[in-house]
């Protein structure tokens, strides 16, 4: 008999299965994820029409801007540890994101597109016309 795993429980908890397997695939950055999460560290930035990115703000208090279901982020650990080193899958700010999607632990913050289009600009260090311009992604937080 095959046993269909239970991922989740009656108020979007993950499993302790669940939760071990995902220790096991992603080691540490997992344990700070929940960590994180646990924190309500994660924010969604969420604009009329349905689009949205994810902040997470890590330990160093820099909220890392996110998109949704993108294995990408511009922390130190992953650009060392995920990209340099491979060491680990993923860093703590995707799996916090991720996290918090599943288990719907995020805490919303309904913008204007023009926000968020800053937020966007900000985090890739551009403004409107390509120039740079200091990141302040955490302005409307
Ligand atoms: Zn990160």
Redesign the pocket.
Known sequence: MIRKPIVYRAHMEVTDEALMALHALFGRPFEKALELLEASCVTYLRATGGRYVVQ?T?SSGIP?TLFPGVNY???P??RYQVIGTQMFLT????LAARLAEITQKGRDLPVTMEDLTRVLCAAANLDRNGVNCDPKPADLI
């Open positions: 997470v890590g890392y982020c511009p922390c650990a992953y860093c703590k700010h995707v």
